[in-house]
């Protein structure tokens, strides 16, 4: 359920966001990814200049994987969070936000 949550607030995020702007965080998180997260731990943390807060290694894959849908809906992020895509769209658009 935190990927469902985590894909719905990223979804909420680029809503609102210029094209150029969410290339920018999808990349960022890309290349921050190449070294690796550690999705299994919750405590871990990482920091991106592009976007305020802390994030865990599962809150980044799934903003890279909602920013990927928008940049390049054929690339593959390594991860299959499909299933938990689909369940945030019904989420999101039941909450009446519409889905960018």
Do not use: Q
Not at 71 to 92: C, I, N, Q, R
């Amino acid at each position: 359920m935190d990927a469902v949550m985590y894909l719905a607030g990223a979804m909420r995020t680029f809503r609102g966001m210029p094209a150029e702007e969410v290339r920018k965080v999808t990349f960022e998180i890309a290349m921050l990814g190449m070294k690796g997260f550690d999705v299994n731990d919750p405590a871990r943390k990482y920091r991106l200049r592009s976007l305020p807060g802390e994030f865990s290694g599962l809150h980044l894959v799934c903003i890279l994987d909602a920013g990927m849908k928008l940049v390049d809906p054929t690339a593959d992020t390594g991860f299959d969070l499909s299933k938990e895509y689909e369940e945030a769209k019904a989420l999101f658009g039941a909450a009446g936000d519409g889905l960018p």
